[in-house]
């Protein structure tokens, strides 16, 4: 399964006609096929970034079927769609991803909902990491031995799970480049994490923190809200 | 057919050994699926924008031979020369492009692509990006008619770029709304009249021509002149 992450700065004053473009334009029309689903519609929360940014996620099947998609929105039946969707957007920047050997999976493709759905909005936090040349593969195989078991361990400073790990396919975004999409279950921890200094165990020799720093040193956190129509929570 | 456009920001200590991997191993890895051929291997010409910075462009069969390829450079034989290759650059900003319905290059003939290194002369192109405030169609649509019509009807001897190419990103792999014109250049005493002239036609006092309609849909472009190596299989 390869996902479309697509990061959209939204016009402003047709936020509302954006979000239903996706919600009753979108979502359905790839329902009609086997081969794609929205996975999730999410907005950067508000007072913690760019204002009006919206990051959609669309699952599909394979590449030859990401094709099949790209072909249909370039000259095909979702060409209008895109289209008006031009209208109601500045521009997105997207990337097709593919799963980190270690990560956990979504449901199958028709599993996930395609309508009807409403639910209280889930707060993810979207890392975006960017290994140093050459790096890419043992940054990716210590995240997976490392820092994702941390986040389960009893005494975890921040209270979240990894649902995707991701990583850009060739020619299809910027590289090296890894994405984690990680659900927070708790919010104090994150606002200790905002407010209070990071304490020295946590930064020190022998911590992830520390030791990662050979691997990266730059990397971009968002805090992303779920709609409550979101395929997915 | 889809084309993958890279743009690499190669350490600079690494360049030779960057363009070496390549040419001496990359490209005929590539060749040995029968889905995908190296096509341009692009210099960007120093003195006219960042230095040290490569565009490659790949044509790829389908979808099903860049899954291939993906699955090669993630997790098969490709995996350790990628790696090698992403020790010689900063980083690499790919795209993914399908010809625009009018573009003259629609299909290769995969086969006939060479794969051997052979050398020639060199030429540089003008690469074109635009990203229109208006519908993307419309900006495509004005690029057929106003630009590569006429563009057509000039005479090879005053033709400062003949344009080989002209794609759309494929949606979810790049900047949407974003096109690009891939274009020879043809005369380099044109293109130095070009860069020297003080003069710069007000467009708005040109109501009907290419520049004052182009403002009609956008106003931000970039190009970028790019040279090929003396080995690149398209040139």
């Known amino acids: 399964m390869l996902f479309v992450h697509e990061f959209h700065k939204v016009v402003g004053k047709r936020a509302a006609a954006f979000e239903a473009a996706y919600r009753d334009g979108w979502m359905p029309r790839l329902a009609e096929g086997d081969e794609a689903r929205l996975a999730w519609y999410f907005d950067l929360s508000h007072g913690s970034g760019l204002a009006y940014r919206v990051v959609t996620v669309t699952a599909v099947a394979d590449g030859a079927a990401y094709v099949r998609l790209a072909e249909r929105v370039a000259h095909g039946d979702l060409q209008a769609w895109a289209r008006d969707l031009d209208g109601l957007q500045h521009e997105s920047h997207g990337r097709v991803l593919t799963t980190l050997p270690w990560s956990p999976s979504i449901p199958p493709l028709a599993d996930i909902p395609t309508g009807g759905v409403t639910r209280e909005p889930s707060l993810y936090m979207e890392d975006t990491m960017w290994p140093f040349p050459g790096r890419l593969r043992d ?6 031995a490392v820092y994702r078991p941390s986040l389960g361990a009893e005494d975890a400073r921040m209270h979240m799970n990894v649902a995707l790990g991701l990583e850009t396919l060739p020619g299809a975004g910027r590289s090296p480049e890894v994405t984690l999409l990680q659900r927070l279950s708790s919010l104090p921890p994150l606002i200790a994490l905002l407010t209070q200094d990071i304490p020295p165990e946590v930064t020190g020799p022998g911590s992830w923190m520390h030791e990662a720093l050979d691997l990266r040193d730059r990397w971009r956190s968002r805090l992303l809200r779920t709609a409550p129509w979101s395929p997915l929570p | 057919m889809l084309f993958v456009h890279e743009t690499h920001r190669v350490i600079g200590r690494h360049a030779s050994t960057f363009e070496d991997l390549v040419r001496d191993e990359w490209m005929g890895a590539l060749a040995r699926s029968e889905g995908t051929r190296l096509l341009w291997y692009l210099n960007h010409a120093m003195g006219s924008g960042p230095a040290y910075e490569v565009v490659t462009i790949t044509a790829v069969a389908d979808g099903a031979a860049w899954d291939a390829l993906g699955a090669r450079m993630v997790a098969g034989d490709l995996r350790d020369l990628a790696t090698r290759l992403d020790s010689c650059r900063h980083e690499v900003e790919g795209k993914l492009l399908f010809p625009v319905y009018w573009s003259a290059l ?9 794969t051997d290194a052979r050398r020639h002369d060199l030429s540089v192109y003008m690469q074109d990006t635009g990203w229109p405030d208006a519908p993307l ?10 630009y590569w019509q006429i563009m057509r009807q000039t005479p090879p001897e005053q033709k400062l770029l ?3 190419a002209c794609f759309q990103v494929a949606h979810g792999s790049g900047i949407r709304p974003e096109a690009i014109l891939m274009q020879k250049i043809m005369n380099f005493e044109t293109l130095g009249r070009l860069l020297t002239n003080a003069e710069e036609p007000d467009p708005t006092t040109w109501p009907g021509t290419y520049m004052a309609k182009g403002l009609e ?5 970039e190009s970028k ?7 690149s299989p398209l040139w």
């Open chain 1, 139 to 144: 940054y990716v195989e210590a995240a997976g």
């Open chain 2, 106 to 114: 629609q299909q290769v003939e995969l086969d006939q692509v060479p």
């Open chain 2, 137 to 146: 169609d419309e900006y495509i649509e004005l690029w057929d008619q106003d």
């Open chain 2, 162 to 164: 003949d344009i080989q």
């Open chain 2, 217 to 221: 849909v956008r106003d931000q472009w």
């Open chain 2, 225 to 231: 002149l790019l040279r090929t190596s003396a080995w």
